[in-house]
């Protein structure tokens, strides 16, 4: 970064359409080891929707060594065109005209890993956000689009491969063992959406039918080797191309479709048109290198590209502040993919837990920001957790004020109104209330608005008349929130016998079992009538809004509504509240009858074992810090300990006979109920290892007869993480097995990062040294540093501010090889402002000491400043 001056933040008032577009985009490579050159031609035309009278024209570029220029096939003269740092302005336009640029760029130094790149031998792409401009100058924005031919050359046999996006629609042999491949998208697109893959791969072919009948080649590239790793990731984008088009009526649109998995790769996949390239760890897998999870991660991450297809890629982002109009939207449909693949109620859990422990803290914090960004200064730091997930649970929210039906009906308007557009969050709500009798004004507030609302709700039973009433009420922390939410509240009563009990809202009305009130004020008054005695309410079901809710409850209550709820989500709640207040009250007596819970629900053979392992689970540390950062960490940390070794030693003999009764290594099923009854019997481990290091003795069978990931690396990290004595051996025989597997790497390296152990730094610096880690590969920073950061939270809030020191000290190393990843690690200080003095003082000097760091990447600053502030 040329940090000469302050960095530029660029505010979402201030969009103003291109003056020029771009119909056509012509782009030859040469690919070369010490140098690629990029030839580009571009045919020019002014926007009759914008400033007629322009001058000049700003083209995107950095990084770029420019070689030579042409405007309409003529020389330009020294003051018709300026190169800088940003880019290159032409002040000599036309109403139209063609401009040929060569650039000279250097892919195999570029360890942004944004624009062309090596990744190990091939060379690849990454252009979303803004990374086109490390490729060539062009007007580098998501709303000008253009149609793209692509020639790539380059030597035949180191890179037999060449791919773009499209169809290849020429090829041939050139001089000196070169060839080349020409490819056409018949599609519009902006630049984001470009890609180009160079390389000797592996392909797994097949192909897939659409519902109206025409043969689409689907194509799956992975490392030479790595064939038996790619099963999966086939079926599930099949699996996700017949749900586009059951559910959302959605078709793929060209004849082709490639996947490239690379294993340098910033995020988790990018939705390049026709060429998605992914994240190995978003592909590979078989049941002996990867967990269940991973499974379920690659076919929501495959599901999550595909579908971008349609939300993203036919219609896409006016400008980048709209970035949650394709991410929120896309993570909701790539959610309800997995949840009728597999179990609803339980994908909702683990929805629920990611914006609970992360987007509340994001937030509540100095990098809150609504799901539509007001201002950035680096794009990059805004793929966050909010745009994601937050704009997903707008996107259900809306989906459930209107229902399957009208929000389907929505969908098909959006497509009608702008297909091959570039559009705003606005246009897509326009469509929604438009395609239903739904107001949706005041529910705008959710994109304009940061900060997580706060509910709570008061609830009283008036016994003559069988009446309950709600009193509910709304507010928010956040400066930028001053309106009060549209809030869907879906509720239903569980009545004294633990059935569900009917109710009516008007005294005259039917009853029902469940309904659905729109929470419009700042404080409201629901009543339910025709309500017997002990019922209990239970609220927010499915979790209809991403708020933070307290209710009345009495521990009674909420251990009735554990015991009880026919609603899932509402019942593993009831659990999590119940547990936390017994942390956070310093309530030992309550320890007793979770206990007793645990216990009932361990032993109900009714219950979904998926449904178990997730009520058993004591709430994280990070979650509970989010909502109790005044009890302070130690307190918080200790407490948690205290409530996980009694629940071990209280039921110690039901956990041992849950394990073993489900223990059948046998069974290597990927079907849903086998994958739940591992993850309560491997829960029950950790239990029982935490109770007595007795039961090492499992660990060690379970580790050393395991044929399938999941059974090897749960007792694995059960071992490391509860600090039995076989587990040194248990890490040193894993490394053996595995170090030529690096995705198996990425977890031993996190399992050992995660030690809450006072040697963790000591084996944090041996493994940076160990020959499997690199500082280059954001999975290996990932797994190491982010995981000590992000799940280590004992260590990483250190009295002593080591564990401060060491994640600065990184973002400072880091800074200058991949300024993106550096950022991203530097946000795990961001909740520095609920910690103690004695810690923010710790903090603030470390994130000054990065802040006066020279050349700071303007990624990094944004960060790093925003938190000082
Ligand atoms: N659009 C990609 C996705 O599917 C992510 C791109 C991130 C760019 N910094 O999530």
Not at 85 to 110: H, M, R, S, Y
Not at 194 to 204: E, S
Not at 255 to 275: T, W
Not at 832 to 841: E, F, G, N, T, V
Request: aromatic share 10%.
């Amino acid at each position: 970064m040329k940090n000469s001056s302050a960095p530029i933040t660029k505010y979402r008032k201030d969009y103003q359409p291109s003056n020029f577009l771009i119909s056509e985009t012509h782009l030859t490579f040469i690919l070369n080891e010490q140098e690629t050159l990029v030839k580009s031609r571009l045919l020019l035309r002014r926007n009759p929707k914008a400033d007629l009278e322009a001058k000049s024209i700003q083209f995107d570029g950095e990084n770029l060594t420019l070689q030579s220029i042409l405007w309409n096939g003529e020389a330009l003269s020294a003051d018709e065109y300026k190169v800088t740092d940003e880019g290159l302005e032409l002040t000599k336009v036309a109403d139209e005209f063609e401009l040929v640029t060569v650039c000279k760029i250097l892919p195999q130094d570029n360890s942004s890993l944004e624009g062309l790149y090596k990744s190990g031998d091939k060379f690849c792409t990454q252009c979303e956000a803004e990374g086109f401009r490390k490729i060539t100058y062009y007007l580098d924005r998501p709303d000008v689009l253009s149609r793209f031919y692509v020639r790539i050359e380059a030597d035949k046999s180191r890179y037999p491969l060449l791919l773009s996006n499209g169809n290849p629609v020429a090829s041939g042999d050139m001089d000196d063992n070169r060839h080349f491949v020409e490819w056409q998208d018949p599609f519009l697109k902006p630049c984001y959406l470009f890609a180009l893959v160079a390389g000797d791969l592996d392909l797994l072919e097949d192909q897939f039918i659409t519902k109206s009948g025409r043969t689409v080649k689907l194509q799956l590239y992975v490392d030479k080797g790595k064939l038996d790793q790619s099963d999966f990731a086939m079926q599930s984008l099949i699996n996700a191309m017949k749900w586009d088009e059951q559910r959302f009526n959605l078709e793929y649109d060209l004849d082709l479709y490639m996947i490239v998995a690379v294993s340098d790769f910033n995020m988790g996949a990018m939705e390049n048109k026709g060429l998605n390239i992914f994240n190995t760890k978003y592909v590979l897998a078989n049941p002996q290198t990867a967990t269940d999870q991973d499974f379920e991660g690659i076919e929501s991450v495959i599901g999550h590209e595909y579908f971008h297809n349609w939300t993203g890629n036919r219609v896409t982002c006016r400008d980048w502040f709209q970035l949650s109009l394709k991410e929120g939207l896309t993570v909701f449909r790539d959610q309800v993919f997995t949840e009728d693949m597999r179990s609803k109620a339980v994908k909702r859990i683990d929805d629920v837990k990611v914006i609970r422990s992360h987007q509340f803290a994001e937030d509540a914090g100095p990098l809150a920001h609504p799901i539509r960004p007001d201002e950035y200064i680096e794009m990059n730091n805004f793929y966050t957790v909010t745009v994601y997930n937050k704009g997903a649970e707008i996107i259900r929210m809306i989906h459930t004020l209107l229902g399957e039906q009208a929000f389907q009906r929505g969908m098909a308007l959006y497509f009608e109104r702008h297909d091959g557009q570039a559009v705003t969050c606005d246009d897509f709500v326009s469509a929604m209330a438009d395609a239903s009798d739904i107001d949706l004004s005041q529910f705008k507030h959710w994109y304009s608005q940061a900060g997580t609302p706060q509910v709570s709700i008061n609830y009283q039973y008036h016994k003559d008349e069988g009446r309950m009433t709600l009193i509910v009420k709304q507010s928010n922390q956040h400066p930028s929130s001053k309106q009060p939410f549209l809030i869907p509240l879906k509720l239903g009563l569980v009545g004294r016998s633990g059935k569900p009990q009917s109710f009516s809202l008007e005294k005259q009305d039917n009853k029902v079992t469940e309904t659905l009130i729109h929470i419009t004020d700042s404080s409201q008054v629901i009543e339910l009538y025709k309500v017997d005695e002990s019922s209990v309410p239970s609220l927010f079901r499915d979790f209809s809004a991403p708020v933070k809710f307290d209710v009345n409850y009495t521990h009674d209550d909420l251990a009735f509504l554990f015991a009880y709820d026919e609603n899932t989500f509402t019942r593993w709640d009831a659990g999590q509240q119940l547990m936390e207040q017994c942390i956070v009250s310093g309530n030992d007596a309550l320890m007793s009858n979770i206990a007793e819970a645990f216990k009932q629900i361990l032993n109900d053979s009714t219950l979904d074992n998926a449904f178990k392992a997730r009520a058993l689970v004591i709430p994280d540390l990070k979650t509970l810090f989010e909502s109790h950062s005044s009890k302070g960490v130690d307190f918080l940390i200790e407490r948690r300990r205290s409530l996980k070794d009694f629940l071990a030693k209280s039921l110690e003999q039901d956990w041992l006979k849950q394990y073993q009764s489900l223990h059948q290594l046998s069974d290597k099923s990927l079907d849903q109920d086998s994958i739940a009854r591992r993850s309560i019997k491997n829960l029950a481990l950790s239990y029982l290892v935490c109770a007595s290091d007795e039961h090492a003795e499992l660990l060690k069978q379970q580790f050393s007869q395991a044929q399938l990931m999941t059974e090897e690396i749960s007792a694995l990290s059960i071992a490391a993480h509860e600090q039995v004595r076989p587990a040194q051996s248990m890490l040193d025989d894993f490394y053996k097995k595995w170090h030529q597997e690096p995705l198996v790497m990425d977890k031993w390296l996190s399992v050992q990062s995660t030690i809450d152990s006072d040697n963790v730094f000591e084996v944090i610096e041996r493994l940076k040294q160990d020959p499997v880690f690199s500082l280059k590969n954001p999975n290996k920073v990932r797994s190491l540093y982010s995981a000590f950061a992000g799940l280590n939270f004992a260590q990483f809030h250190r009295k002593d501010g080591k564990g401060y020191r060491l994640i600065a000290d990184t973002v400072f190393e880091l800074d200058s090889i991949n300024a993106q990843i550096a950022a991203n690690l530097s946000k795990q200080f961001s909740g520095a402002a609920k910690l103690d003095k004695q810690r923010q003082k710790q903090v603030a000097a470390e994130l000054k000491k990065i802040k006066n760091k020279p050349n700071l990447s303007k990624d990094v600053f944004e960060v790093v400043s925003k938190t000082l502030e």
